[in-house]
């Protein structure tokens, strides 16, 4: 059982937009500690989506987005498209337990 | 191009002994800490403890303490994860990550950089 909680699947159709929520407590994101955000396809590296709740590296499109209040934050992807079909992981710190703490995964299917 | 290239898959039986790599190229390994997180069905992800490659320091979660060793040799680039007695409940996939800050002070670090895994499996 992860610390941060997100729903197990979503899904959406081509160009729609979704959104994955990760929801923490008063020891990690409700403690202002930030959120990073990964996209995983099995069998290949992770890759930073996300930082510092809502900054994109270089290379990650604006069609990825993130947000945080409170002890949740959330992940959108606007105008979905099938490579988008992947994992999706929010990852934070909390201080009860001196750890760096992940979220149990999203799996979003494009239909 | 910046990678982190981990060593292949492992299968091995309780109480065996291991260590598994993850080679740093295409930047300054010492310049970066490089982190170890392990996968399982059970537990999802799960941060295990960083190594910096400059000077070999070294910090673990507290759920992996004692469990593992984690260290580094930078004169080739490479960090380790090891174990002295494998268990059936350490079969999971292991990824090491590199750590970028991005604000001073505090745990402000993200995974910018992925190795592909190394999948670990321990059975009799």
């Known amino acids: 059982q992860s610390v941060l909680t997100q729903p197990p699947s979503v899904s959406g159709a081509p160009g729609q937009r979704v959104t994955i929520s990760c929801t923490g407590s008063s020891s990690n994101i409700g403690a202002d500690y930030d959120v990073h955000w990964y996209q995983h396809l099995p069998g290949t590296a992770p890759k930073v989506l996300i930082y510092?709740?809502?900054n994109r590296p270089s290379g990650v499109p604006d069609r990825f987005s993130g947000s945080k209040s409170g002890t949740s934050a959330s992940l959108a992807i606007t105008g979905l498209q099938t490579e988008d079909e992947a994992d999706y992981y929010c990852?934070?710190?909390?201080?009860?337990?001196?750890?760096?703490?992940f979220g149990g995964g999203t799996k979003l299917t494009v239909l | 191009e910046v990678q982190l290239v981990q060593s292949g898959a492992e299968v091995k039986k309780p109480g065996e002994s291991l260590r598994i790599s993850c080679r740093g190229s295409?930047?300054?390994?010492?310049?970066?800490?490089i982190t170890w997180v392990r996968q399982t069905p059970g537990k999802g992800l799960q941060w295990m403890g960083i190594?910096?490659?400059?000077?070999?320091?070294?910090n673990y979660s507290p759920s992996f303490q004692g469990h593992v060793t984690i260290s580094a040799d930078k004169s080739i680039s490479t960090a380790y994860l090891q174990w002295s007695s494998l268990k059936a409940s350490d079969t999971g996939v292991y990824y090491c990550?590199?750590?970028?800050?991005?604000?001073?002070?505090?745990?402000?670090?993200?995974?910018?950089?992925w190795g592909t895994g190394t999948t670990v499996t321990v059975s009799s």
């Open positions: 990550a590199r750590l970028r800050r991005y604000l001073e002070g505090g745990p402000y670090y993200y995974m910018d950089v």
């Open positions: 990852q934070s710190y909390d201080n009860s337990l001196s750890d760096w703490v």
């Open positions: 190594v910096d490659p400059s000077d070999s320091y070294i």
């Open positions: 510092d709740n809502n």
């Open positions: 295409g930047y300054r390994f010492t310049s970066y800490w």
